[in-house]
């Protein structure tokens, strides 16, 4: 059996213009639940393909789980002290 050949085209990592995204300033519980649950995708997201590939995605999940964890963290404190002055 052999691997089909990739033949994606790469993302486009742009926001276009009518699709720009603001700065939020506090974090209020609606906007904290979100963004919980987002993180909590990217974790479930990362143990689906570790689990579908018997592991040997572990690595590359772990590693997508503390890159998660550490964006997180930061957006959360930084949404917490509010705006630069």
Do not use: I, N, W
């Amino acid at each position: 059996m052999h691997a089909a050949p990739d033949d994606s085209k790469p993302v486009e990592t742009r926001v276009s213009a009518e699709h720009r995204l603001f700065a939020v300033q506090g974090l209020d519980p609606r906007l904290r639940q979100e963004l919980t649950e987002h993180f909590e995708s990217v974790l479930a997201f990362a143990d689906f393909c570790t689990y579908l590939t018997a592991g040997r995605a572990g690595d590359r999940a772990a590693q997508l789980m503390d890159l998660a964890q550490v964006l997180h963290a930061e957006t959360t404190e930084d949404l917490q002290r509010g705006p630069a002055r």
